[in-house]
């Protein structure tokens, strides 16, 4: 059974930063792509950053050279850094977990990000 946790969410001023991360059960992470997707009130889920088993990544236009994804795969670990964050940026994250091509076969139970002053 995959076990995501994340961790790291919280309210933080326009122009900030917050550092999310998650933390995964299983002994093959270091094989699966992992991602963070995003669901602000009222509005569709958002695929924001992937990195595959190799580290390659992508993002979404709304956060490029803002955001970083990064993994550390001997922690189990895949972090989200977002700098200069926006009102716009404020939703509930989720981390994923998938079998290439996938990315999200499994989900975490997601954490708040509230970017206000």
């Known amino acids: 059974q995959v076990r995501l946790v994340e961790s790291g969410g919280g309210l933080v001023q326009p122009g900030g930063s917050l550092r999310l991360s998650c933390a995964a059960s299983g002994s093959i992470f270091g094989f699966y792509a992992m991602g963070w997707y995003r669901q602000a009130p009222g509005k569709q889920r958002e695929l924001v950053a992937t990195i595959t088993s190799s580290g390659s990544t992508k993002f979404a236009d709304s956060v490029k050279d803002r955001f970083t994804i990064s993994r550390d795969n001997a922690k189990n670990t895949v972090y989200l850094q977002m700098n200069s964050l926006k009102r716009e940026d404020t939703a509930v994250y989720y981390c994923?977990?998938?079998?290439?091509?996938?990315?999200?076969?499994?989900w975490g139970q997601g954490t708040q990000v509230t970017v206000s002053s």
């Open positions: 994923v977990m998938g079998w290439p091509p996938r990315v999200n076969d499994y």
